[in-house]
């Protein structure tokens, strides 16, 4: 199984350019998150969807930011236009079942700077 | 906005003794986990605990639960340099089917 796969895994930019992240999650799995670490504000989730359909964005900081699920193994978040404040690591998780009662499988992250 | 927060932030042990991480979080929960994330990787989850269990083990982790205090604690016993990494705990909000909300984290150092 080669577990949920993120890309790129570096990203450094300048600031106003847009910026797209991807994830492939693990086949079978139902539920897909994205998820922002930052030293200051720890981890949140940015938006998740079952099914491909996203469920909840309040988590999305602005209208910046942007997220789609095409298809069952494809997922990706843009940022346009990209800011320093969105300098961070995103990571993709995804779960098999019902949200929040089963184990979250991480990709390894995209880590973005934005200068 | 953060459910968990762990206590302490940084802990800093010698190989061979036990390490132990508390959680406190705000909201009834269904189940708590506790994740860990090596410098530079992604999060892998240890162990989940429900809300009807108070302890539970598998093999050098032990964690409890007290519902009535909203606290979880991660022991590590005879810990190991490679157990260095942080640790996180994770609790769903307990109304209904909600995603997982991470505290900030316990920066666990293991000196050999």
């Known amino acids: 199984d080669a577990g949920v796969i993120q890309s790129p895994r570096h990203e450094v930019t300048e600031m106003g350019q847009e910026v797209t992240l991807r994830c492939k999650p693990i086949s079978g799995h139902d539920y897909l998150f994205w998820y922002r670490q930052t030293m200051m504000r720890g981890l949140e989730l940015l938006i998740y969807?079952?099914?491909?359909?996203?469920?909840?964005d309040s988590g999305m900081p602005e209208d910046r930011f942007s997220a789609k699920m095409p298809n069952a193994s494809f997922s990706t978040l843009k940022i346009q236009p990209s800011e320093p404040r969105d300098s961070a690591v995103y990571f993709c998780?995804?779960?098999?079942?019902?949200?929040?009662?089963?184990?979250?499988?991480f990709g390894e992250g995209s880590r973005l700077t934005v200068l | 906005s953060q459910q968990g927060e762990e206590d302490p932030q940084a802990l800093s042990i010698q190989e061979g003794e036990n390490a132990t991480m508390n959680c406190s979080y705000k909201?009834?929960?269904?189940?708590l986990q506790w994740y860990r994330q090596n410098s530079g990787r992604g999060l892998v989850h240890l162990i989940l605990i429900r809300s009807n269990e108070r302890e539970k083990h598998s093999g050098r982790l032990r964690v409890t639960l007290d519902t009535s205090k909203k606290s979880s604690s991660l022991l590590i016993t005879a810990s190991r340099a490679a157990d260095t990494a942080s640790y996180f705990c994770a609790t769903d909000r307990g109304s209904g089917n909600t995603p997982l909300v991470f505290g900030k984290g316990t920066r666990l150092s293991v000196i050999a």
């Open positions: 998780a995804s779960s098999k079942g019902t949200v929040g009662t089963g184990e979250l499988f």
């Open positions: 969807f079952n099914n491909n359909v996203p469920i909840d």
């Open positions: 909201t009834s929960i269904n189940n």
